[in-house]
């Protein structure tokens, strides 16, 4: 059975399948759902809240009256307001929409088409209209292909599951960044080892490696009336946002994306590499490519994106540890979140393996702890996430999710919150990087370690240090590092387990050597959830 037989279905596009991949053809139909209770029922970041907006109300001005643009509580009467605007073909045809990308949004739709199981042909029949549930499109391989990738792990001889292992065969699929002869380009899969420069010790990378401002977007009368709105549910729909409002600094249409990943390419992907680790107080931007939220919200594929990005180094001879750097996060990284979501199941986000149960503080949770927080890092960091709703992997992993590990706050809480507080936040997205990657409380199904570090790590990638009333060094004392004695603390707590394993056996060496180990746990017991 084809899923475009005449007459064609209306396609229903949730806020995160923007792009004119979504679509079978330019022409086919629209509908776009806003639902004002999404925001009543979760506080969430302002600048997140602005995008999501903007973007689907940018695609339905695209669309014109391609589209059916509604407003209304919730999905349901969204959905039963559409089909009034519907001509009796386009009703009798019914919906179809692109699985979602979360597991309450797929049982919902579920519930609308009476589909129960994974049979794509089968279309329900709901109280609104006919609906088709259709495969998720927007990725480089389908949950099926991963499917029997994952399923071939289990086999004899067999590895684990590996990000590794699957990026290779993402690149071999696609043919991306490859010789002729199928080999990797310079010969080598992962050029990781040479992305791993700490910061420079002085100045931002305009002036050491001359990587301008990034290309910010310009904001237009749909903003304006965003954040009219915004304003409005604020303040008389007790809807509550956190953090700061400011310019638009992510694409929100597929014209704005291609052109921030053209300024990508030609200005900061040369020395994106070289600096993706590292972390400056005075650079929040560093050479990021600022693609998470439009390719979060279905604005561009993936598979685009790093063929862009293999034309440009072809073409150009952009250093390559930076374009395999860059393509890894993309089809190997992000597209491995992803297809993990689906294949551990729904459970796998209430792990804890390691027994964090301490509840986030408020200064960290609100956002709100401006002078509060002296850790000059985590301040840092935290103020960029208040005021922009994002900063690169290594503030969240290892500042951000490094103090949360350290302190034993709740998995569960950080997953949230990092899926409220961050502009490209998602369930997908947030449930095997905090839970697994940040957290370690998957046990080592995403790494064989928990990354915990202490502040020789971040004194070595960052500029932190040097002004921060913490010394690096010290791990006892009124001066001693939160971060270093936090690493002592969480290496005591979970002896056992970092014991057992090759990779952090060390530590435990190392912590039954310091003769003041008894006085750090103590102290950092003290400190517990105190603004640092």
């Not at 589209?67 to 919730?74: C, L, P």
Request: hydrophobic letters at 35%; one cysteine or more; a negative charge.
């Amino acid at each position: 059975m084809s899923e475009d037989r005449a007459p064609q279905t209306v396609r229903w596009l949730f806020a995160d399948q923007l792009g004119p991949h979504f679509l079978d053809d330019p022409h086919q139909r629209a509908v776009l759902v806003e639902s004002t209770r999404v925001f009543a029922r979760r506080t969430v970041h302002r600048r997140k809240a602005h995008l999501v907006l903007s973007a689907m109300r940018h695609r339905a001005a695209e669309l014109g009256e391609q589209a059916v643009h509604v407003r209304a509580a919730t999905y349901r009467q969204g959905l039963a307001q559409a089909a009034e605007q519907l001509t009796d073909e386009e009703r009798a045809a019914g919906l179809s929409v692109s699985d979602p990308t979360s597991y309450a949004a797929r049982r919902f739709v579920r519930s609308l088409s009476g589909r129960h199981d994974d049979d794509v042909e089968r279309a329900g029949s709901s109280d609104l209209l006919p609906l088709r549930v259709l495969p998720a499109r927007g990725w480089a391989v389908t949950q099926g292909e991963f499917a029997h990738w994952a399923g071939r792990r289990g086999e004899p001889g067999q590895k684990r599951l590996l990000m590794e292992d699957f990026y290779r065969e993402v690149r071999r699929y696609h043919h991306l960044l490859l010789e002729g002869d199928g080999e990797p380009l310079g010969g080598q899969w992962n050029y990781d080892h040479d992305n791993r420069e700490p910061a420079p010790r002085t100045g931002t990378l305009r002036e050491v490696a001359g990587v301008p401002e990034p290309w910010w977007p310009r904001e237009d009368d749909v903003d304006a009336q965003v954040r009219e709105d915004l304003d409005r549910m604020a303040r008389d729909e007790g809807v509550r946002f956190v953090g700061e409002d400011g310019p638009r600094r992510f694409a929100v249409t597929q014209r704005e994306a291609l052109h921030v990943l053209r300024d990508f390419l030609e200005h900061r992907l040369e020395a994106f590499g070289t600096y993706e680790d590292a972390m400056l107080a005075d650079d929040r931007w560093m050479a990021h490519s600022f693609l998470s939220v439009p390719l979060n919200l279905g604005l561009v594929h993936p598979v685009e994106v790093v063929q862009r990005a293999e034309a440009h180094h072809r073409e150009h001879g952009t250093r390559l540890a930076s374009t395999e750097g860059f393509v890894r996060q993309v089809v190997g990284w992000r597209e491995y979140v992803w297809h993990l979501y689906w294949h551990l199941g729904e459970d796998y986000g209430q792990r804890n393996e390691l027994g964090a149960t301490e509840p986030l503080p408020e200064w960290f949770a609100d956002l709100d702890a401006r002078g509060e927080v002296r850790a000059a890092c985590l301040s840092d960091v935290l103020g960029t996430v208040r005021e922009e709703g994002w900063a690169h992997h290594i503030p969240r992993l290892m500042v951000l999710g490094g103090y949360a590990l350290a302190r034993g706050w709740s998995p569960q809480e950080m997953t949230d919150w990092f899926q409220t507080r961050f502009v490209d936040g998602y369930a997908w997205v947030m449930a095997a990087n905090v839970v697994g990657m940040s957290q370690h409380a998957d046990g080592g199904v995403m790494a064989t370690k928990p990354y915990w570090s202490g502040g020789a790590y971040i004194d070595k990638m960052s500029d932190y240090c040097g002004r921060c009333p913490y010394d690096p060094k010290k791990r006892l004392g009124e001066d001693a590092c939160p971060f270093t004695g936090g690493y002592w603390a969480f290496t005591a707590r979970h002896e056992g387990v970092l014991a057992k394993n090759p990779r952090t056996s060390r530590a435990v060496s190392g912590l039954h050597r310091l003769k003041d180990a008894d006085a750090v746990v103590a102290q950092e017991a003290d400190r517990g959830s105190h603004a640092p």
